[in-house]
């Protein structure tokens, strides 16, 4: 008799259980289509935490007078492709012996043009620039030389 009451409470908590589990999922899973549903906008997009009203000490002074003569945020686009062999042709064509080593290309793309570059895209730029023969490595692997090619 009480294994009997003992397995009936056990499977009423186990049916409870479900159901309570069912429920959630149902829920859960309408929220999602309700924000799936929704525009996109630009504050959905920013990250929600808990907002803290600024203390009076820790507000910034408020300038009067001039305002600045851009007020438009600049938009970064992104660079159209094939534009890092490019770049790295006209360098070696404008290094004084026509060879430079991946650092000295680096420094003068950030001099020059203003562009910052990670060596691995410098060496991938190379390796195609290379294979149009367009430029050469040296014996050793660590120079490169321009050729020319066909562009």
């Known amino acids: 008799?009480?294994?009997?009451?003992?397995?009936?409470?056990?499977?009423?908590i186990e049916a409870i259980r479900r159901e309570a589990y069912a429920a959630g999922?149902?829920?859960a899973m309408q929220a999602i289509r309700e924000f799936a549903a929704r525009p996109a906008t630009?504050?959905?997009?920013?990250?929600?935490?808990?907002a803290r009203a600024p203390t009076p000490a820790a507000k910034p002074?408020?300038?009067?007078?001039?305002r600045a003569a851009t007020t438009v945020p600049s938009v970064r686009k992104r660079p159209q492709r094939?534009?890092?062999?490019?770049?790295?042709?006209?360098?070696?064509?404008?290094?004084?012996?026509?060879?430079?080593?991946?650092?000295?290309?680096?420094k003068a793309l950030q001099q020059d043009k203003g562009v910052?570059?990670?060596?691995?895209?410098?060496?991938?730029a190379l390796g195609q620039l290379a294979g149009r023969n367009?430029?050469?490595?040296?014996?050793?692997?660590?120079t490169w030389r321009y050729l020319g090619g066909a562009s």
């Open 1 to 12: 008799m009480a294994k009997t009451a003992l397995t009936q409470l056990q499977e009423q």
């Open 25 to 27: 999922y149902a829920a």
């Open 42 to 50: 630009p504050s959905a997009a920013a990250p929600r935490g808990r």
């Open 61 to 66: 002074p408020v300038k009067r007078g001039r």
């Open 82 to 106: 094939g534009s890092n062999a490019r770049l790295i042709a006209e360098v070696l064509k404008a290094m004084p012996a026509g060879t430079a080593k991946p650092a000295e290309i680096r």
């Open 116 to 124: 910052s570059m990670a060596f691995t895209s410098i060496r991938h």
């Open 134 to 142: 367009e430029v050469a490595a040296s014996e050793d692997g660590k």
